[in-house]
């Protein structure tokens, strides 16, 4: 697994997570509030913003019936019509530039999720550093190949996939020029309950792949998040909003500013805390190695008078000998005088 760069981010094994902020439909139909998002997200700490490029022509048709209209109960959606939501919640297109440029001034990368050629066409005028496939698009080989030929880093959402429709787009992918992967684990349900997250999934892909892996997160909170990092994700993606009492077609399963800050800094510290495996004393722990146990003794001892469990005692700290000597020394005599207090050695036996 190569690492390489998606903006002034480095991506790899030795790289902390990636953390992007999906900022969605959240703009609530305002550049200004989209602006705020971008603003609100470097804020934070994330490394990256991500929007969606399409419109509700390229992801559907304009029809009020049947299977263009969300039926399930648990829907987030339920009952809204296909292409009406999709021209509710789409990131207009001249928006992009501005948005882009707000995310490299305060030091982001910036990309997007194309969901057809055309995007792809209108995102490279653009110069993204990278593209995003959406766990609904990774079947679509047109598409994967689009991406892949511009030789940009890739990163595929897997959700709703079996492992053979995820070998059969890596392989169509990689056939086309991409070189740089990165597959992210996702729930395709909105929220996602954590049960449903299957993160052991995350390091599988890396292996069976040989590339990064990650998680695209829908549950609520950020457990799983952290849970993820410590299983090896190499990239973090979640749902932004400046305010979830704001509302939008997103912003109930989104993180808050304060909440994705928080998402940012633990993140890192798992991704710390991982290490390698690791026995004896740290550096670190040097202070608390001297409070080990050791053997003392407990009140004051005659020379020749024999080591009891009355006269000696295992307790801290560590400038004795080792409890593992105790009942070695009982029965065995002192050499000299020994008074209360006293770490016994060796050459305290006779």
Not at 44 to 64: R, V
């Amino acid at each position: 697994m190569d690492a390489f760069q998606i903006g002034p981010a480095r991506l790899g094994p030795e790289a902390p997570p990636f953390i992007v902020a999906e900022l969605s439909g959240n703009h609530n139909g305002s550049l200004e509030r989209a602006l705020a998002l971008v603003d609100a997200a470097a804020d934070t700490g994330a490394h990256a913003i991500k929007l969606q490029t399409y419109t509700a022509d390229t992801m559907t048709l304009d029809i009020s019936e049947g299977e263009f209209v969300i039926t399930d109960a648990d829907s987030l959606w339920h009952g809204r019509n296909l292409y009406d939501l999709y021209a509710e919640a789409m990131t207009p297109w001249e928006w992009h530039a501005p948005l882009f440029e707000r995310a490299r001034a305060r030091g982001m990368a910036a990309f997007s999720s194309p969901f057809d050629a055309t995007a792809v066409d209108f995102l490279e005028t653009l110069d993204v550093p990278a593209y995003k496939i959406a766990s609904m698009e990774n079947t679509d080989w047109p598409l994967l190949k689009r991406v892949a030929r511009t030789g940009k880093p890739v990163i595929m959402s897997t959700g709703v996939s079996s492992l053979a429709d995820v070998a059969a787009s890596v392989e169509v992918l990689r056939a086309n020029g991409c070189q740089h992967l990165i597959l992210l684990k996702c729930t395709s349900s909105y929220p996602a309950p954590p049960e449903t997250a299957n993160l052991c999934t995350i390091p599988h892909l890396a292996q069976a792949f040989g590339c990064l892996s990650g998680l695209s997160d829908h549950t609520l909170g950020i457990g799983t998040a952290i849970a993820a990092v410590a299983l090896g994700a190499a990239m973090i993606e979640k749902h932004f909003t400046l305010a979830r009492a704001d509302g939008g077609v997103d912003s109930a399963f989104s993180l808050e500013p304060a909440e994705f800050q928080t998402l940012v800094t633990e993140c890192d510290r798992a991704w710390r805390s991982v290490g390698q495996v690791q026995y004896g004393t740290q550096s670190e722990e040097h202070t608390a190695k001297g409070h080990k146990r050791s053997i003392y003794a407990a009140r004051d001892i005659a020379a020749g008078e024999a080591y009891t469990p009355e006269n000696i005692r295992v307790i801290r700290p560590a400038n004795g000998l080792p409890p593992r000597h105790y009942e070695r020394l009982l029965g065995k005599t002192a050499s000299r005088d020994i008074a209360l207090g006293t770490p016994l050695s060796w050459d305290l036996i006779l």
